[in-house]
Each structure stands twice: as structure tokens, then as C-alpha cells.
């Protein structure tokens, strides 16, 4: 129900973009969260954007990251600049069709796409 599509291999200081559309469930009602899950570690949420277009994100990623909305496409974004090895991980959009951030219990997961930075 959420269909995500972007990701790849990059080297470091260049970017991405990942997408997040909506198949059947309609973004622009739900806060809409971005994770990720690097090899070996936990997965941690990215950036979140509230249904009114607040958005946050974590300390690591502020300044590189933007997470954003394009409602006549039922699709939300997450633009990665400055990307890092670090930033090497499974990234995965979700919703717990609720209207905040952050997140309450996750009712809809996307599939995932690799983000891979390296020289």
C-alpha cells in the first residue's frame, strides 16, 4: 500500500531521492515517517512529516535530508544531499494513519530501497 521507488549506489557528497505513493491508503491525511536500517544495526527513524507539513528529523541528517509532500501525486519525498557512508542503509517510508509526528504504531510499511554511499 505503499509503494516506494528511488535508492541506488552514490558516491559520498552526492544525492538521492526516494519516493513514498500511496497505492490505496491517501498520504496527504497521515503524518508520513522515514526510516532506515543499516547492516547489523537497529532501525531508526529519519525524518517524519505531519499531515500539515510539519516535518523533523534527526540530529545526523538535519541540513541534508528534506523530507516533503506532493499531494496531487499521493507521494511524499525524502531528498538526501550531502549523502555519507554513514548514511548507507534500507530506507522505508510508513504511516500509522495518524496526523503527527511522531509515529504511533506503524500500520503500513513500504517494500524498502537500498541507499548505498561509497567511494
Known amino acids: 500500500r505503499l509503494v516506494q521507488s528511488g535508492g541506488g549506489f552514490v558516491q559520498p557528497g552526492r544525492s538521492l531521492r526516494l519516493s513514498c505513493t500511496g497505492s490505496?491508503?491517501?498520504?496527504?491525511?497521515?503524518?508520513i515517517g522515514w526510516f532506515r536500517q543499516a547492516p547489523g544495526k537497529e532501525r531508526e527513524v529519519v525524518a517524519c512529516?505531519?499531515?500539515?507539513?510539519?516535518?523533523n528529523y534527526i540530529d545526523s541528517v538535519k541540513g541534508r535530508f528534506t523530507v516533503s509532500r506532493e499531494n496531487g501525486n499521493n507521494t511524499v519525498y525524502l531528498q538526501m544531499n550531502g549523502l555519507e557512508p554513514e548514511d548507507t542503509a534500507e530506507y522505508y517510508c510508513?504511516?500509522?494513519?495518524?496526523?503527527?509526528?511522531?509515529?504511533?504504531?506503524?500500520?503500513?510499511w513500504g517494500l524498502g530501497a537500498l541507499v548505498t554511499v561509497s567511494s
Open positions: 510508513a504511516t500509522s494513519r495518524t496526523h503527527n509526528c511522531p509515529l504511533g504504531n506503524v500500520v503500513f
Open positions: 490505496i491508503v491517501t498520504l496527504q491525511f497521515w503524518a
Open positions: 512529516i505531519s499531515s500539515n507539513g510539519y516535518t
